[in-house]
């Protein structure tokens, strides 16, 4: 019974962190800096032991729905209702870069475990690969019919996951060149970002229980794919 009981989650404390909701929160890298994002339009950092309050960002117009770290833990992302992408350097703690991100709100961002490379996805229907390093655009997805609510890189990098109000859950081959973890200082300071629109072809998807998985022809446009759903298909072939 000891043993069973070690492995069931306890609570250990609260911090009164924000003035609305919470809409995200998350460790660090190494597990000692909390990090959330709140309906107060603030980004803000905490030490997790003391659970004094180190850093607050105020540079969204609206609803912090999403943010994250850096893989190297120097800097973090977050995505907006304001439909904007902001990072920021958190030795200097200034606004390292700045997107226009979306036409609608954002609401998750996920780094590629490089580094190298961010995602986002939005109530407009799209994803977004980004280029961190040269802060630009590098792909606008076209899978999901409505919102995009949820994004996320596999651990090794190779894949990465959507979710969206369409009841889907896709997968997607990444095909991104990839280093080693990367530091942030190797982000350049810049803002915005034009980059390619491409159609892409879905790896998988998992919809709900009385539709049907059907295999289709692969491609070799990244993010690649393989399979999709029944007559979905039809409509993510079609163009623009």
């Not at 200082?185 to 491409?198: P, Q």
Request: glycine share 8%; net charge neutral; proline share 3%.
């Amino acid at each position: 019974m000891k043993g069973k009981d070690r492995l069931v989650p306890k609570f250990l404390t609260s911090i009164c962190a924000h003035n609305n909701w919470v809409r995200s929160a998350s460790f660090s890298p190494d597990s000692r800096i909390l990090l959330s994002g709140s309906e107060d339009k603030s980004v803000k950092l905490w030490d997790f032991t003391t659970k004094k309050e180190l850093l607050c960002f105020n540079d969204h117009t609206d609803t912090v729905r999403s943010c994250i770290f850096h893989p190297d833990g120097t800097s973090v992302a977050s995505g907006s209702a304001d439909t904007k992408i902001k990072l920021w350097d958190l030795r200097s703690k200034r606004l390292l870069q700045h997107y226009d991100a979306h036409d609608e709100q954002v609401n998750k961002v996920s780094f590629h475990p490089s580094g190298l490379y961010l995602l986002s996805a939005s109530n407009d229907s799209t994803i977004k690969v980004w280029d961190v390093r040269q802060g630009s655009l590098l792909y606008t997805l076209y899978g999901h019919e409505g919102g995009v609510s949820a994004v996320e890189f596999s651990q090794c990098g190779d894949y990465f996951a959507s979710g969206g109000e369409d009841a889907m859950v896709m997968t997607w081959r990444s095909n991104l060149e990839t280093e080693d973890v990367q530091s942030s200082e190797g982000l350049i300071n810049v803002g915005g970002g034009f980059g390619a629109t491409i159609k892409p072809n879905i790896q998988t998807c998992l919809v709900s229980e009385n539709q049907k998985l059907s295999q289709r022809g692969a491609s070799n446009i990244a993010p690649s794919a393989m399979k999709s759903i029944g007559d979905k298909t039809d409509r993510l072939m079609s163009p623009f």
